[in-house]
């Protein structure tokens, strides 16, 4: 089951609907536990079953997971990062004709240095561009999304990334769906909210570090804004996760997998059942710094009018309601302030 997982002590879960054991509680773990949405995604209630308990504890334990058998294919996964680098590669001139202003980064292109995690003043090290959702006409929604940027020097960049948008997003209204049953709520809550939800997909280009950095690093150490992020395979390592004893341990997916982690909207919204684990990309040893590194994740957040409020399922006498009402939308503005986007 949890194939990269070093056990220092193991407990077992007994189902007794199905009359089988899961190994689901683990202390230490030297990666992040792997899961296979094919299990959900059959009609076995054992294999389904299992899912939805191997997710849920893993994101009650570390807020991470590595998805696999997710409706991504390689071909289109290999396409997009394709198209990505060559956009990273044309001149600083061009990329700026498409980083629109007043947006707040929504769309288009994000010049380097210009977001930082929140606390932090030195900017990371990267660019990126943005994707949005392009809302079906009878959405019917409560605020106007920005329309996405169409980059005239490649025809196919807005049509292969907006197709790995759909997948992307119809993967992760599965994971909500799990996730959903692992709380206790009716498998289909999320699914109003964030069909035509303001998602975000965000190729990020961290190019070659050329001086010592002055404390900066490619991402600084954050939790994520939204509900859940899904992120294909970045094209070098770099990315930590923070564990429950304070130690920072690799996140090293299998190939074509999907790492897939819980945000700070969702880690309120479950009253911290969820958690929101704090990760980072750091910088790689002095001698790959000519090395540049692409990642493609992409933020999955929900219609602006959903409240965050902490669920009842969630709360009781050992945990206490821990946040204030708040929607998604006051939410996401608050910390794109904090993290110098507006």
Not at 75 to 93: H, I, Q, R, T
Not at 282 to 298: A, D, H, L, Q, T
Not at 302 to 315: D, F, Q
Request: proline fraction near 5%.
């Amino acid at each position: 089951m949890y194939q990269t997982i070093s056990f220092h002590f193991l407990s077992f879960l007994f189902l007794s609907e199905f009359g089988i054991f899961v190994l689901l509680k683990f202390i230490k773990m030297t990666n992040i536990p792997s899961v296979d949405l094919a299990d959900f995604l059959s009609n076995d209630p054992v294999r389904k079953e299992k899912f939805v308990q191997e997710i849920g504890v893993a994101y009650s334990e570390i807020g991470f997971a590595s998805i696999k058998n997710h409706f991504l294919s390689d071909a289109l996964m290999d396409k997009l990062y394709g198209e990505v680098k060559d956009f990273f590669a044309l001149p600083e001139d061009v990329k700026k004709n498409y980083e629109m202003e007043g947006l707040g980064g929504q769309r288009g292109y994000i010049s380097f240095g210009k977001e930082h995690a929140k606390g932090k003043k030195e900017g990371d090290l990267k660019e990126f561009w943005h994707f949005g959702q392009e809302p079906s006409n009878d959405a019917n929604l409560t605020e106007k999304y920005p329309d996405n940027v169409n980059v005239s020097e490649q025809p196919s960049f807005n049509e292969v990334g907006l197709e790995a948008y759909r997948l992307l997003e119809k993967t992760g209204m599965y994971v909500l769906r799990a996730l959903s049953l692992y709380i206790g709520l009716d498998e289909f809550y999320y699914d109003k909210w964030i069909t035509d939800g303001n998602s975000i997909l965000r190729p990020i280009h961290y190019p070659p570090i050329e001086s010592e950095p002055k404390g900066a690093v490619r991402a600084g150490a954050h939790g994520d804004i939204n509900l859940i992020t899904l992120l294909m395979g970045a094209s070098a390592g770099g990315l930590q996760v923070l564990r429950n004893d304070g130690e920072w341990i690799e996140a090293k997916p299998e190939a074509g997998n999907l790492v897939v982690n819980v945000g700070d909207m969702l880690e309120r919204h479950t009253n911290n059942k969820l958690r929101s684990t704090i990760h980072r990309v750091v910088n790689p040893p002095k001698e790959e710094w000519k090395n540049p590194r692409y990642s493609i994740p992409f933020f999955m957040h929900p219609r602006s009018e959903m409240k965050l409020n902490c669920l009842k399922e969630c709360i009781d006498e050992k945990h206490p309601k821990a946040f204030d009402d708040i929607t998604a939308g006051e939410f996401l503005n608050q910390r794109l302030r904090e993290i110098g986007l507006i």
